[in-house]
Structure formats: C-alpha cells, structure tokens
C-alpha cells in the first residue's frame, strides 16, 4: 500500500478534487471509465437512520482516497469516488450500484454501512461479477448468501465480537459475575448479532436473561424499554445499537437511576460525541472494536497523522474500516495489475482468497464466505477516556467491574 508523503494542507486538496458526492437515484450519478482515472462506486446512508456511521465512513474512504492520489494514484491512475447518498434506504442502494456499474461503468465498487444494505447491494455486485469488499456488513446473514466475490474489511463478524468480553466474565469468581442481563436491541442484524453473541453464551453458562427487547430502527423513545430494564434491577444490561438509540437509551436509564454492575452496548460507544451525548457520565461502559488509533501499526500511524491533520480529530472505528477496504481493495490491484470490470474482477477475488492484507487494523485473510479470521477487542470507559482492556496482552488499562458510573 502507498504511503502518505504530503502534509495535511496537500491531502486536504487531493481530497476535495478526488470526491464526488452525488445525490442517491439523480439520474446522473458521474462519468466512471475514464483512462485517466480509477473510477469507484460507492452508495452510503448519508441521510436516514444510519447517517451518523454513514458519514463516517464516507470520512474514511475519503482520506484512502487523499493518501493513495497523494503518492500517484492507484496503478498510476488518480482514484476518484463517486459517493451516492442512498438515504438508508436498501432499494436505493440496489439502484445506485445499479446505476454506478451498469450505466456509468465505474471501474471498482465499495461497500456501503450496515448489513441491512450490504447484503442487497452484495447481490448487485455479484450479478455483475465485481469484488465486493465492505467495511460494516457484520452480521452472520451477510457470509450466508453464498456471495463468492465479498469480503468483509475488518477483524471479526458480529457473532463474535464480544468474545473476549464473555470469555473474561465467565471466568470471573462466582461471587463477583453478574447473574442477571437485560438486553435491548435495535432490529438489525448486525446489532442483534453483536447483542445476541454475547447474550447467548452468556445464557448457555447460566446467567439469567430477564429482560429481552427488539425496538425498530427508527425508535426514539425507550422510556417503556428503559422502565422494563430498571424494573428488573438487572445486573447487567446488553445494547445492541447504532448511535442515537444507544444514546437515548442510555440517557433514561440514568433518569431512572438505574446502575448495573456491567454495561456493554456495540458501536456507540467508540463515537468521539458519545460521551458529549450522555452527559459524560460514560464510566465502565464496554463496546467490542476492531481498531483503536493507539495501534502501532505501520500504515495506523500514518493513518491516525494524516486523516487528523484532514479532520481535526482521530479516526474512530467506522472511519478505519472504510479506510481498510480501501487498503484490501488497493492491495489486491496493485498485485493482480488491474480495476477494470470484467475478467480482472475474478482476478482480484482470487488474489484475496489466497493472500493476507496489512492494514490499519492488522493483518486480515478470509475464508471461502468472505469472513476475516481474527478478533476484536473490547473497549471501556476508564477515568474518563476509551481504553483498550480484553484481551490482557493488549490492555491500555485494566477493566472496571463493577459499577459503571452513568
């Protein structure tokens, strides 16, 4: 992969001539194909339910595409995006990445946020036989399609994302593990399957699921939910959310006064404005990741320089995973020495079932779904700041248990 080789000023204008933002169905999403160019269809929830990770994300392709144009370009061809708002709405997506590479031909395609879109859009992309790598389609449904061109850019799918959170509360002494969880999820299968991973081996050891609810995507009121869960007195509670749901939750739960020993909700908590959020009272919540800036990868921290030089703040995890798929996608064009449709397509797809990538979250292979064969950690709140504490051999601080202070 390229390195980064300009200073902020130069990555912000290679950005802002390198990015086009297009509005979802218009008609005319951009001229893809040129000699000149390597032209990438991208379809991202930059309005609607998901428009909070949707964004970054669009953040994340934005600085891959600054660093590679930076250092020539991909095959020494400039990369251009051509980003289409799909209003988190999937048949959007099916026609955008109808219209990016049947109509305007681009040259390669990204995947968009959340598994609700990634696999429709999946089914798009293989039709036309293009590789297909996607930075937040999780959940286990997404690598049981049977899609032979997707890959999933980041360490581990839903299913096993609290993994080592679980495996470090069964260990703990009988007297100190929680007994009873409350779980709360938003119906979407990447943050039921990040909930449910968790709750169900924490089940099959024993511990008592007393409260189990399932709230649509666009809920903004969980007072009821929040009622049931401090009615419950559980001793720990399980989010399955995005943002502004976890969010919400959160902040009438600590009207309610309820206090947990153990708190875990996915995805939110890694939101630099989370804490802002829910009042900064953000002490011992838990969230599983896949990259923390502090990683000393070699391309992480050019990564974490460059894209807060372009943003003004650290890359969060939405950010890194697009900005890996960027880095997968690259690594596998510059090795096969194509990026057009077509035959090159199945070149790129076989490069990448058979070689491991280096990049901004660790070294990432595949099995034959398209699933990445490692791990994420697990992050907490600790005296005011997101550290890294599971597994052990990778803590920043040592995990808070319990009693979280919201």
């Known amino acids: 992969m390229s390195q980064w080789n300009r200073s902020g000023t130069g990555l912000a204008a ?5 990015v086009l933002l297009l509005t979802a169905c218009s008609g005319t999403p951009g001229g893809g194909g040129s000699d000149d160019t390597i032209d990438i269809g991208i379809s991202l929830p930059l309005t609607g339910d998901f428009s909070e990770p949707g964004k970054g994300v669009q953040r994340g392709y934005e600085a891959w595409a600054a660093a590679v144009n930076a250092n020539g370009g991909l095959l020494g061809r400039e990369v251009e995006l051509h980003i289409l708002d799909d209003q988190s709405n999937a048949d959007r997506a099916v026609q955008d990445y109808e219209a990016l590479i049947a109509q305007d031909q ?3 395609v990204f995947g968009p946020f959340s598994t609700r879109l990634v696999v429709p859009s999946a089914r798009v992309a293989e039709e036309y036989g293009m590789l297909f790598v996607e930075p937040a389609g999780a ?3 997404v690598f049981e399609q049977g899609f032979e061109n997707l890959f999933y850019a980041a360490p581990a799918i839903a299913d096993d994302h609290y993994n080592h959170l679980a495996e470090h509360i069964l260990a703990m002494p009988d007297d100190e593990r929680p007994r009873t969880v409350a779980v709360a999820s938003m119906d979407d299968p990447f943050a039921q399957g990040t909930a449910y991973g968790l709750r169900d081996r924490l089940a099959d050891a024993g511990l008592e699921i007393v409260v189990d609810e399932v ?20 001793d720990m509670v399980i989010g399955g959310t995005q943002y502004q749901d976890a969010v919400n939750l959160i ?10 020993d153990l708190a875990a909700f996915s995805t939110a908590p890694t939101n630099p404005e989370f804490s802002a959020a829910i009042g900064a009272r953000t002490e011992g919540i838990l969230s599983p990741t896949g990259y923390t800036p502090e990683a000393d990868w070699p391309s992480n921290v050019e990564f974490v320089e460059q894209y807060t030089e372009l943003f003004d703040s650290p890359p969060a995890e939405d950010e890194a995973n697009a900005y890996t798929t960027g880095q997968v996608v690259a690594a596998a064009v510059e090795a096969v020495g194509c990026a057009e449709q077509g035959d090159c397509q199945q070149r790129l797809v076989d490069w990448l079932r058979q070689n491991e990538v280096e990049t901004v979250v660790g070294p990432l292979s595949w099995d034959d779904q398209g699933r990445p064969q490692s791990a994420h950690m697990i992050q907490q709140y600790v005296e005011g700041e997101i550290r890294i504490v599971l597994p052990e051999a990778l803590a920043e601080a040592e995990f808070v248990h319990p009693k979280p202070a919201w």
Do not use: G, H, M, R
Not at 14 to 18: D, G, I, K, V
Not at 215 to 221: G, L
Not at 251 to 260: A, G, I, R, S, T
């Open 14 to 18: 290679t950005l802002s001539a390198s």
């Open 106 to 108: 681009v040259d390669l």
């Open 139 to 141: 959940a286990a449904e």
């Open 215 to 234: 709230y649509p995507p666009n809920t903004t009121n969980f007072s009821s939910i929040a009622a049931k869960i401090n009615d419950s007195d559980a």
């Open 251 to 260: 902040v009438e739960l600590q009207q309610l006064d309820y206090q947990p």
